[in-house]
């Protein structure tokens, strides 16, 4: 089974930046869709972008423009570069293979 394992989340600032990363245990891009998803308190687990198995990225219209989802092959990891942070980017951010495997989430945190 395919491990995912996040790290990079903490507190920002609004306007501030965090990257995280998401290490999967076996090589995967290419073969599965695998993205980035987050739940906050209250609400339901919601996509934030998606890396199809064919190259292909889709990103959700709130954090379109501002999160660029990309791949590090020499390190074998997904990143999520989140610029331009708001409050209600404040969630539990896990990485995600649907139907395959789960991180284990990672909090971010964006308050003044």
């Known amino acids: 089974q395919v491990q995912l394992v996040e790290s990079g989340g903490g507190l920002v600032h609004p306007g501030g930046s965090l990257r995280l990363s998401c290490a999967p245990s076996?090589?995967?891009?290419?073969?599965?869709?695998i993205g980035w998803y987050r739940q906050a308190p209250g609400k339901q687990r919601e996509i934030v972008a998606l890396?199809?198995?064919?190259?292909?990225?889709t990103y959700n219209a709130a954090v379109k423009g501002r999160f660029t989802i990309s791949t590090d092959h020499a390190k074998n990891t997904l990143d999520l570069q989140m610029n331009s942070l708001k409050p209600e980017d404040t969630a539990v951010y896990y990485c995600?293979?649907?139907?395959?495997?789960w991180g284990q989430g990672t909090q971010v945190t964006v308050s003044s």
């Open positions: 890396l199809e198995r064919k190259g292909n990225i």
């Open positions: 076996v090589s995967v891009f290419g073969m599965y869709n």
């Open positions: 995600g293979m649907p139907g395959i495997s």
